[in-house]
């Protein structure tokens, strides 16, 4: 009986065995792992995470000189005079080689002289100047200063409306007489308020002192009208 007992044992245990065999090699899925959800949402509505935006940088004021008020400019504040350059009047004679120089000419013709030893001279200036006339000068001493000479402008022997910076003004045929100057210029300034009379002659000093031709402003007290 007992013999019997432990066959019907084996028996099941062989069964057993072959019913396991018979099942084939199946794996049992993992279980499946529950995510974490926050508190307070429902499965499908997870929204992505959006990184904040960086702050702007914050601006940086430029530093301001001290006393450096731009917007409180008074238009109409007066400003400072700047001083014009001064005049300077030249003359030099006039050969082709010095005109070439010059690209506008004024020219005045004041007479072949008897001797037909005349000779052309140019004047130019750094100043625009107006009614620019060639005078002749009658000279005649001051009665309140001692062996002084004044001089009388008189005639026109020669006239430009505008001589400019860069212009020539050609007196052809002058002749000197004596050691006193008898022919100059007039002239108006910008404001065409002031006249000023030069003379011009032969250096008789040259060439020991300066050069051979020279023009000179008569001083107004020396000017007799």
């Not at 072949?112 to 000068?137: F, H, K, Q, Y």
Request: aromatic content about 8%; overall charge negative; hydrophobic content about 40%.
């Amino acid at each position: 009986m007992k013999k019997f007992f432990v066959i019907m044992l084996i028996l099941i245990a062989l069964v057993a065995v072959v019913a396991c065999d018979g099942d084939g090699d199946t794996v049992d899925a993992p279980e499946a792992t529950e995510i974490p959800q926050p508190e307070n949402s429902q499965p499908g509505d997870i929204e992505p995470e959006v990184p904040e935006a960086p702050e702007a940088p914050e601006a940086i004021e430029t530093p301001q000189p001290e006393n450096n008020q731009t917007d409180d400019v008074d238009p109409e504040a007066p400003t400072e005079n700047i001083p014009t350059e001064e005049l300077s009047i030249q003359i030099d004679a006039a050969t082709d080689e010095f005109l070439s120089t010059f690209t506008v000419f004024h020219q005045v013709e004041l007479g072949v002289p008897e001797n037909g030893e005349g000779v052309a001279l140019v004047i130019w200036a750094n100043r625009p100047l107006s009614n620019l006339t060639v005078v002749g000068l009658k000279a005649d001493l001051l009665e309140d200063r001692d062996d002084e000479w004044g001089f009388h402008p008189h005639g026109n022997f020669g006239y430009a409306e505008l001589l400019q910076p860069g212009e020539a003004f050609v007196i052809n045929n002058y002749m000197g007489l004596g050691t006193l100057p008898h022919l100059g210029i007039s002239f108006t300034d910008e404001s065409g308020d002031d006249t000023q009379v030069f003379f011009f002659q032969e250096n008789h000093a040259y060439p020991e002192h300066g050069s051979r031709w020279m023009v000179q402003e008569i001083e107004a007290y020396r000017l007799i009208w």
